[in-house]
């Protein structure tokens, strides 16, 4: 590999990413890199998590905001700052902005956690102006964009930026340096691509041996279906939930040097990043946001490859809403398979209840939900029930006893939008 990653005309050099730390000394922490012996001992492997989630502004996204806007030209009278963020590279801007004694204007979606929000205030202060408009980081994006151009400021990518791709690299310089040992495997989540750039740049130039594996929630697979297709793809709908890393489309620039770089990309499912969400925080007292925790949840698929090996997982930011905590629970019971909805028809006759819980449900079943509109004049109604089960296989049984006493069901798991009107 040479000394630079060449590809489209675009370099990421070590150079450039030894002057981005430099210009990052003293704005940043440079966050430990801690074997984790819960992880190892679950793998059998030793793993190690880069703690990006202790950065100042709880994620990595300051360090590729301030690089770039700490290289801009000043121009007379002052240059206005403009971005656009699901929520941290907000913050690393909003810090920036603070910092550099710039004015800020901060388009974020309009569904970002209300935490969010509030840190980009309280990082920005009174340099920042908070913009929340569309449903998604792209619609936010194109208003931003649409505001910057009109008004002659200074747009901040969050991704697709050399300079920006550039003091994210300084995450891996930052691990090569803590590393007393190699690494076989190093795990990275992926949104626009920005960090799995510059971190993967840094490697293949100095720990070449290393295997560069990227991470996408699998409702927004931008850069997974486009590395596939060996062209970019924009996608029509995303998940928004893992919302650090629902991209919809990737960068040129960070294609490129994703396609060019990574060893392999792999989806995680929504409800798996719950499940390890509740995990990290309930064994190791760790808060991560959804996208913080990709990296961890995609040791499963890879629980046979890493046996013995040194493995860094990059955990990229903590900036979790405690009031998400219900919906990460049952998203990850979901995908547990310990929670199960159901759209049942009765038979409008008394006994029907006393004959769904006494020989549909196994004892240690439990109702969690239960609504249910007596129709006049009609000889059945229909019943949404939720029911917890101890063991993921009693639904089956459940189905099974159903269709035995007839009970006609519409199994609803997997239904998000007709779930969210109940649940």
């Given at each position: 590999m040479d000394k630079d990653i060449v590809d489209s005309g675009t370099v990421v050099s070590l150079e450039k990413v030894e002057q981005a730390a430099r210009n990052l000394k003293g704005v940043i922490n440079k966050t430990p890199l801690l074997q984790n012996h819960w992880l190892s001992q679950r793998y059998d492997a030793q793993v190690y998590l880069k703690r990006e989630d202790l950065q100042v502004v709880r994620s990595y996204k300051i360090r590729g905001a301030y690089n770039k806007m700490c290289t801009l030209p000043r121009l007379e009278g002052g240059r206005e700052i403009v971005c656009s963020s699901a929520g941290n590279h907000a913050q690393g801007v909003a810090y920036a902005c603070q910092l550099l004694g710039l004015k800020g204007y901060i388009f974020m979606p309009s569904n970002t956690p209300a935490q969010k929000v509030n840190k980009v205030h309280l990082f920005g202060k009174d340099m920042v102006e908070v913009v929340l408009t569309g449903k998604t980081y792209d619609d936010t994006f194109n208003a931003a964009k649409a505001f910057s151009d009109e008004r002659g400021s200074t747009f901040i990518p969050p991704f697709d930026d050399l300079a920006v791709v550039e003091g994210q690299a300084t995450v891996g310089l930052e691990i090569l340096k803590s590393a007393n040992f190699s690494i076989d495997y190093l795990f990275m989540p992926i949104g626009g691509g920005g960090l799995a750039s510059g971190v993967s740049s840094v490697f293949k130039q100095l720990s070449p041996h290393t295997k560069l594996i990227g991470v996408q929630p699998a409702g927004a697979p931008s850069m997974y279906n486009s590395l596939k297709a060996q062209k970019r793809i924009a996608l029509d709908t995303i998940d928004s939930f893992v919302d650090g890393a629902a991209v919809k489309c990737p960068g040129e620039l960070t294609f490129e040097i994703c396609r060019e770089l990574l060893d392999d990309i792999v989806l995680v499912p929504e409800g798996q990043v719950c499940e390890d969400i509740l995990k990290m925080y309930n064994e190791e007292g760790v808060v991560l946001e959804p996208a913080g925790t990709l990296s961890v949840s995609v040791l499963k698929s890879y629980a046979e490859e890493i046996k013995g090996k040194n493995v860094v997982c990059v955990i990229s930011g903590s900036n979790n809403d405690i009031t998400r905590m219900e919906d990460i629970k049952e998203r990850a019971m979901q995908h547990?398979?310990?929670?199960?909805?159901?759209?049942?028809?009765?038979?409008?006759?008394?006994?029907?209840?006393?004959?769904?819980?006494?020989?549909?449900?196994?004892?240690?079943?439990?109702?969690?939900?239960?609504?249910?509109?007596?129709?006049?004049?009609?000889?059945?109604?229909?019943?949404?029930?939720?029911?917890?089960?101890?063991?993921?296989?009693?639904?089956?049984?459940?189905?099974?006893?159903?269709?035995?006493?007839?009970?006609?069901?519409?199994?609803?798991?997997?239904?998000?939008?007709?779930?969210?009107?109940?649940?």
């Amino acid at each position: 590999m040479d000394k630079d990653i060449v590809d489209s005309g675009t370099v990421v050099s070590l150079e450039k990413v030894e002057q981005a730390a430099r210009n990052l000394k003293g704005v940043i922490n440079k966050t430990p890199l801690l074997q984790n012996h819960w992880l190892s001992q679950r793998y059998d492997a030793q793993v190690y998590l880069k703690r990006e989630d202790l950065q100042v502004v709880r994620s990595y996204k300051i360090r590729g905001a301030y690089n770039k806007m700490c290289t801009l030209p000043r121009l007379e009278g002052g240059r206005e700052i403009v971005c656009s963020s699901a929520g941290n590279h907000a913050q690393g801007v909003a810090y920036a902005c603070q910092l550099l004694g710039l004015k800020g204007y901060i388009f974020m979606p309009s569904n970002t956690p209300a935490q969010k929000v509030n840190k980009v205030h309280l990082f920005g202060k009174d340099m920042v102006e908070v913009v929340l408009t569309g449903k998604t980081y792209d619609d936010t994006f194109n208003a931003a964009k649409a505001f910057s151009d009109e008004r002659g400021s200074t747009f901040i990518p969050p991704f697709d930026d050399l300079a920006v791709v550039e003091g994210q690299a300084t995450v891996g310089l930052e691990i090569l340096k803590s590393a007393n040992f190699s690494i076989d495997y190093l795990f990275m989540p992926i949104g626009g691509g920005g960090l799995a750039s510059g971190v993967s740049s840094v490697f293949k130039q100095l720990s070449p041996h290393t295997k560069l594996i990227g991470v996408q929630p699998a409702g927004a697979p931008s850069m997974y279906n486009s590395l596939k297709a060996q062209k970019r793809i924009a996608l029509d709908t995303i998940d928004s939930f893992v919302d650090g890393a629902a991209v919809k489309c990737p960068g040129e620039l960070t294609f490129e040097i994703c396609r060019e770089l990574l060893d392999d990309i792999v989806l995680v499912p929504e409800g798996q990043v719950c499940e390890d969400i509740l995990k990290m925080y309930n064994e190791e007292g760790v808060v991560l946001e959804p996208a913080g925790t990709l990296s961890v949840s995609v040791l499963k698929s890879y629980a046979e490859e890493i046996k013995g090996k040194n493995v860094v997982c990059v955990i990229s930011g903590s900036n979790n809403d405690i009031t998400r905590m219900e919906d990460i629970k049952e998203r990850a019971m979901q995908h547990q398979g310990l929670k199960h909805y159901f759209m049942v028809t009765f038979n409008q006759n008394p006994g029907a209840l006393r004959t769904f819980v006494n020989l549909v449900l196994h004892p240690d079943d439990d109702i969690i939900h239960f609504q249910y509109i007596k129709k006049n004049n009609k000889e059945k109604g229909p019943v949404f029930i939720g029911i917890e089960v101890k063991e993921p296989q009693n639904a089956e049984v459940i189905k099974r006893r159903m269709t035995e006493e007839g009970f006609a069901y519409e199994y609803l798991n997997g239904k998000s939008d007709f779930l969210n009107l109940f649940v």
